[in-house]
């Protein structure tokens, strides 16, 4: 099949613009900082402006790596000693527990924030009307779609670990404190399982939309912007990372237990911890992208932001339940942010370049974070009690898992409508393009 090729990714002087894989877009002339007319420099009043990249290779990566990281912390509950979970391991690793803690920290509050990021590009593009009819199609339909399939097999998966192991009576691990699962009844009762982040980021974008118009009209789209902006700049100084902690913290306070990080809402009820953290991300992420050189100067910044990271991973895996809720809430919110701020930077400077493989992995992610969790759990079940090492146990399942769901991607998704509808578009196969290929070849040969 013929290589897919997209405009060349933006150089590091360049200001930053374009979605990651999965929103459809429309492509605009880039401004340049500077040019009042918005024209690009250094040409004639006839020509074109090149058209900005579609994609930014770094936060692409970034997008596709929260999504696989949840994968691998799916993968390691069943590991935690004393952690009830769907299937629970006869083995448990206090390795898995420091893994869960950092991997939650700021798995989500990158994602949220590069929603922000990718909401604000999209919209400044498109429109408020196009932008909702994106969110709509590329999250809302697939939280009711996917739904009843995720429910179906994680319920079949559930039923085979009770009968194959004699696990006990058919229920949920009981709701952490915090997440409002045993507050509310009827339909707010329906379980979201790993789907909950989608219903999460509608609500974000809906609230969002609607309080930007009221501050457009109330103080104008200019102040609107000049304020975002200086937002954008104050968040990507040397002590942004300071500020944007606080919601982190707040949305700690707020769900009164530290429990590990942000609590996630369980059903449909949204919870006030997740919405307070998740909304912050997602604000950050859009006062970031209307400051051009704000990734840029994070990406001076990340060895220190990464340093401080580690250390304070440290002291709040240690320290939590030791010392008062604020005083952990404000260490684990700003660990949290460090660690999305060093990956931001180090993403700038290793991954300013498109990698294919990369591309193709950020490409499938959505697909499979979507169908993981059922089939992670039909793997686990059959290995929970046999007598091997975590470790071994572990990459059985993450080969399987992630293997079957790439190969299915490659087949059912990429170059389908289901890939029109997850991610923006159709896409060459990748994984088996050479064979199609080459069956092509020899069809066209035999009938020569």
């Keep these: ?15 930053l613009s374009g979605p990651a894989s999965g929103p459809g877009t429309a492509a605009k002339p880039a401004r340049v900082p500077g040019s009042p007319s918005g024209s690009s420099s250094g040409a004639g009043p006839q020509s074109r402006p090149a058209p900005p990249p579609m994609r930014i290779p770094s936060l692409d990566a970034l997008r596709g790596g929260a999504l696989l990281l949840g994968v691998l912390l799916h993968a390691v509950m069943p590991f935690l000693p004393g952690v009830p979970w769907l299937v629970t391991d006869s083995r448990s690793s206090d390795a898995a527990l420091v893994v869960v803690y950092v991997l939650h920290l700021f798995r989500m509050v990158l994602f949220m924030l590069l929603a922000g990021y990718f909401g604000r590009m999209v919209l ?5 009307g196009a932008y909702l009819r994106d969110r709509a199609t590329r999250i809302g339909l697939p939280l009711v779609g996917f739904w009843p399939i995720m429910a179906g097999l994680t319920v079949l998966a559930l039923v085979t670990n009770q009968l194959l192991r004699s696990a006990g009576p058919l229920t949920q691990p009981p709701a952490p404190e915090g997440s409002g699962g045993d507050a509310e009844a009827g339909i707010l009762a329906l379980p979201t399982f790993h789907l909950w982040f989608l219903l999460l980021l509608l609500e974000i974008v809906l609230v ?3 309080a930007r118009a009221i501050l457009v009209r109330i103080i104008g789209a200019h102040r609107a912007e000049k304020l975002i902006s200086r937002a954008g700049g104050l968040l990507s100084s040397p002590a942004g990372v300071l500020i944007a902690a606080v919601p982190y913290a707040l949305g700690l306070m707020a769900q009164g237990t530290m429990a590990g990080g942000i609590v996630e809402p369980r059903t449909l009820m949204p919870v006030a911890g997740a919405s307070i953290a998740y909304t912050g991300a997602f604000l950050i992420g859009w006062a970031l992208h209307a400051r051009p050189e704000a990734l840029r100067r994070l990406h001076r910044q990340w060895p220190a932001h990464l ?3 580690v250390l304070l991973s440290i002291l709040g895996f240690l320290g939590q339940h030791l010392v008062p809720l604020p005083v952990a809430a404000i260490v684990t919110a700003v660990a949290a942010w460090t660690w999305v701020y060093a990956l931001l930077g180090l ?3 290793v991954l300013d370049r498109e990698i294919p493989a990369v591309r193709y992995l950020a490409d499938a992610s959505y697909w499979i974070y979507l169908m993981h969790l059922p089939l992670l759990l039909l793997v ?28 299915s991607y490659d087949l059912f998704v990429r170059s389908t409508w289901l890939g029109a509808w997850l991610n923006g578009r159709r896409r060459p196969r990748a994984l088996f393009a050479r064979s199609q290929a080459r069956s092509t070849s020899i069809s066209l040969r035999s009938t020569a």
């Design 208 to 210: 969002n939309v609607a």
């Design 1 to 15: 099949m013929p290589e897919h090729r997209d405009p060349a990714p933006a150089s590091p002087a360049a200001p």
């Design 347 to 349: 993403a700038g400077r």
């Design 124 to 128: 400044n593009r498109r429109g408020a």
């Design 307 to 309: 340093t401080c990271a």
């Design 380 to 407: 686990e079940v059959p290995l929970a009690d046999l007598a091997l090492p975590v470790i071994v146990k572990l990459t059985i399942t993450l080969v399987v898992v992630v293997g079957v769901l790439l190969v």
